[in-house]
């Protein structure tokens, strides 16, 4: 895989070769950005340059023909380390990290990054899933941030500054990915054939956000129903919270009975509302609104009927944050899908002629 294949990150792989050229690249790296825009594919093709065998480390292009290459493919290669949250679990397990207790410090990524390298290059962790790392986790975490060992580069995967602990956050250099831009996330669901119809690959990215995990996931017709659904509800001034309540409850069980299906329903159904708010602080800003028609008309239903400014917009955003972390703690979800929406309502008719005085 050669870095043109990673498109739209073109200013971190120049960033990165100038930090090897001069042998300033730093012991940790958390890179941001929105969900299914490239940055794990990014770190792995990142791990796969500096521990290829047939080229230079500084010029960051690996040969993908030699054993270490095929091994970084295989997930084989032993100075890589790579740690994600299981998908049964809500947060990322301690012993991920310092081994069960059993083999506590014999084992986990922490013990593998303080060995030297096999090969005598790099070590290279990769954790995937920074944003469900947990104090216990980020404490483990401490002796490898504050004392790398020499040659070790550990690279951590977030969506958010906010989301990372403070102790993760002041010991890694940032590195911010861009969502892609519009265009170019219709061009690659075509060209990987994941959409068929250019037509509905525009449609899809234009609602992605630069996410093309995010337009994958629009593509299906129940949550394209739900989101013109919810759009309708969120423009109103006021709406009917137990019907409301019931009809996201709907949307979410529809997911089936795993716990991790309607977790990430439940995310779905917080982003699109999320998203929705986004294009109203744009609207209140005098900044265009992006999106499609049921977005526009959604936007513009909403400033006719409830006239908050774009603080308002700005607190509801807040709201669905604060929500989607709660989610992802594994609160109660049929309280606190019933809490979101009631606040939700709370800040909107605040900001409503129709409000009592």
Known sequence: MSWGEIRGHDQVVDQFRRAIASNRLASTFLFIGPPGIGKRTFAHRLAKAMLCESSRSDILEPCGHCSACQQVDARTHPDLEVVSKPKDRSTIPVELFIGDLDHRMREGLCFRMSMKANRGGYKIGIIEDADFLRQEGANCLLKTLEEPPPRTLLILIGTSEQRQLPTIRSRSQIIRFRPLDESLV????????????????????ALSGGSLQRALELDQAALDEFRQSLLDQLSLADWDAVKFVKEVGTFIDGAGKEASAKRERFLQAIDLAGEFYRQMMRSCSGVPIEGDRPMHQAVAAALNAWPGDAETAAACLERCLDAQNQVQASANQATLLAC????LATITRSASPLAPT
């Open 186 to 205: 219709a061009d690659l669901l075509i060209e990987h054939e994941m959409i068929g119809d250019q037509r509905q690959a525009a449609r899809l990215a």
């Open 340 to 343: 979101w929406l009631d606040d």
